[in-house]
């Protein structure tokens, strides 16, 4: 599982991000059922994904 430090970031970007956790876990970590339970193997992805998901969000708000 991952590191206490790593699930906070995980969890703060989800927060951030205003990501389904449930539809999230589904998609992107098979078994996960809580951010608790993705494997080390996996954070890498899924914080690239989340980033990705949050710069998109500010080049939208700033081009508005």
Do not use: H, W
């Amino acid at each position: 599982p991952l590191t206490d430090q790593q699930a906070t970031v995980i969890k703060d970007l989800i927060r951030e991000t205003g990501t389904d956790t449930q539809r999230f876990l589904a998609t992107m970590v098979s078994g996960a059922k809580s951010v608790d339970e993705i494997g080390m193997i996996d954070f890498n992805r899924i914080y690239n994904a989340l980033l990705s998901k949050r710069n998109k969000a500010k080049s939208e708000e700033s081009n508005v």
